[in-house]
């Protein structure tokens, strides 16, 4: 793996965060321009800037855990989770803009699964992915998580287009370039996924995440795969 080059990364996030400032304020000068006669649209337009908001904070959220790693500054807080409850707060958070957007959502994950992990992290991850997924699915999303073979794995499906062949297959960070400036948000949202999943590891083994287009909805589907991680 070669030398993440952070002044690469900041090209990458300060672009991407300002073309979606540049919707948000956008869609703020329509609704007050609006204001008065109450729009029919105005739920749709609420929902795109809660999406738009969501990826200026995944930007600045990835950009400082990248910072702060880089440069030997983050220590991971591990603490066992009940993962059904990671899932279904994801879930809620997310259930306004996929209500607008006419999207279903499946969550499905045993109650009592519990597993250590990096909530914060997760949390960032998560995002990153659902959020995506929103941008690219028809109308359904699954979001699942099991225990196999000694592994936590976390899966979040569409039936939407898949995903390039360009970037099917394996992401361990230790097989991962850093992004460039060519790849642009789809570079590094994959490098910091992958980053994540490899800050948990025990002696053994290192997480990683998988993207491939065999999903139970028939679209593009993200795997995450944690081993057990000691405290």
């Known amino acids: 793996?070669?030398?993440?080059?952070?002044?690469?990364?900041l090209a990458i996030s300060i672009h991407d965060m300002k073309n979606s400032l540049n919707t948000v304020l956008t869609a703020l000068d329509d609704l007050l321009e609006d204001a008065d006669s109450s729009p029919v649209d105005t739920p749709e337009r609420l929902a795109q800037l809660r999406y738009e908001a969501r990826r200026v904070n995944d930007n600045l959220m990835q950009l400082l855990t990248l910072y702060r790693n880089a440069h030997g500054l983050y220590t991971p807080r591990f603490s066992p989770v009940v993962?059904?409850?990671l899932l279904e707060e994801h879930w809620l958070g997310y259930r306004p803009m996929l209500a607008q957007k006419g999207i279903?959502?499946?969550v499905d994950c045993d109650p009592e699964l519990l597993w250590t992990l990096e909530r914060g992290l997760i949390d960032s991850l998560l995002d990153n992915v659902i959020n995506n997924t929103v941008r690219y699915t028809q109308s359904r999303i699954a979001i699942t998580a099991r225990e196999e073979r000694g592994w936590l794995v976390i899966q979040v499906d569409d039936d939407g287009p898949g995903f390039p062949h360009h970037m099917l297959g394996?992401?361990?960070l230790e097989e991962s370039e850093p992004p460039d400036a060519a790849q642009g948000r789809t570079g590094l949202g994959l490098y910091f996924c992958a980053l994540v999943a490899d800050l948990h590891a025990d002696e053994q083994h290192r997480g990683y995440v998988e993207l491939t287009n065999q999903g139970d909805l028939g679209g593009g589907c993200f795997t995450l795969r944690l081993p057990p991680v000691p405290l």
Not at 1 to 9: C, E, G, P, R
Request: hydrophobic share 35%; proline share 0%; with cysteine.
């Open 170 to 172: 394996r992401r361990a």
């Open 104 to 106: 279903s959502c499946r």
């Open 83 to 85: 993962i059904s409850e």
């Open 1 to 9: 793996m070669s030398k993440l080059d952070f002044n690469t990364v």
